[in-house]
């Protein structure tokens, strides 16, 4: 079976104003019953981007386990705070062109 290559990416903005969080530590989750995967950590750029690569079987652990449940915990360096984003259940994304990798975007997430 082939161990297909995923990614979540996205932009950390601050709630209050919406302008991007510098230097943010994000840790991209997948959300399960027992215990949650860790997926990996990326810090966000000067426009408060990010992005996490990982494979398939790294969150597939389980016979019932389809699309990943993903989630963020985000330290920002500005106010100290940790913030757990929602949970984006059943993610899905766009495949690249030739179908090696599926990107997964979650836009704008906001934090405290």
Not at 1 to 9: A, H, L, R
Not at 67 to 87: A, E, H, M, Q, W
């Amino acid at each position: 079976m082939t161990d297909y290559e995923e990614v979540v990416k996205g932009r950390i903005v601050a709630k209050q104003t919406g302008a991007p969080v510098v230097g943010a530590v994000v840790e991209v989750y997948d959300k399960d019953l027992l215990l949650d995967d860790y997926l990996g950590t990326a810090t966000t750029d000067n426009d408060g981007r990010f992005q996490v690569d990982f494979t398939w079987s790294e969150y597939r652990d389980g016979p019932f386990e389809g699309r990943p449940d993903i989630f963020l915990t985000v330290r920002n360096p500005s106010t100290g705070k940790t913030t757990k984003s929602r949970v984006y259940e059943e993610l899905s994304g766009e495949l690249a062109d030739d179908d090696s990798v599926e990107v997964m975007d979650l836009g704008d997430v906001p934090v405290s």
